[in-house]
């Protein structure tokens, strides 16, 4: 004898449903990062361009370790603002060349700005947890210092955002826009018109 109660309902597989999509959003995210990458790597431009985003991060890496294992940081008091704005053009760099491209919307990302904030407020979050130079700090330096490397990282964004709308505007679109367009199709000559019939007579014909 039934109890009454149902299992697989609509209402209870489009629950699931919905729960396993907003689980699976980190992984669709990552494969759809790694699918234009490696479109990306099959053509001459855009591979030239990760190429320089990559070197680009290596540097900021090399001035960040560097800073920390050698004292820079401490010698040099601008040190950290470089590296955060390194670090924050990097990061969007590698944003909107992931998930912005093939660009052919005059619109700009916007959302790269709160993206670049939330990225440098977890490094915060990170700092704050798992780093102890600031122990000494006053509340003041510290909400200070904090406030401009987030203002620093966003700055990243604003940069890229200032390219998107350069190559948009005085170049047309990326590099990619003009490789996914393909080559330029060869028109077809139409033929040459025909000479006015005149009756079936020619001009020499009547001439003679």
């Known amino acids: 004898m039934s109890d009454g109660r149902t299992s697989g309902g609509p209402e209870e597989t489009s629950g ?3 729960a396993r999509r907003a ?4 992984w669709r995210t990552l494969a759809r990062f790694f699918g234009q990458l490696r479109a990306d790597l099959g053509r001459r431009r855009t591979a030239l361009a990760w190429a320089v985003i990559i070197g680009w991060g290596l540097l900021v890496c090399v001035f960040h370790f560097g800073g920390l294992a050698y004292g820079v940081y401490v010698a040099v008091p601008w040190w950290d603002l470089l590296t955060h704005s390194m ?13 912005c491209r093939p660009v052919r919307s005059v619109r700009a990302p916007l959302w790269l700005v709160p993206a670049l904030f939330a990225i440098g407020a977890g490094f915060e979050v990170y700092e704050y947890l798992f780093k102890d130079f600031w122990w000494h700090w006053s509340v003041e330096f510290y909400v200070e210092d904090t406030v401009v490397d987030l203002v620093l990282d966003t700055a990243g964004a604003a940069v890229v955002l200032l390219g998107h709308v350069v190559l ?3 170049v047309g679109g990326t590099a990619d826009d003009a490789v996914d367009a393909g080559p330029a199709t060869e028109s077809t000559p139409s033929p040459a018109p025909e000479p006015a ?3 079936g007579v020619s001009r020499s014909s009547r001439e003679r």
């Open 23 to 26: 689980m699976g959003w980190p």
């Open 16 to 18: 699931s449903g919905r």
């Open 168 to 170: 948009r505007r005085f």
């Open 87 to 99: 670090g924050g053009a990097g990061v969007a760099a590698i944003l909107y060349a992931g998930f």
């Open 197 to 199: 019939s005149d009756g």
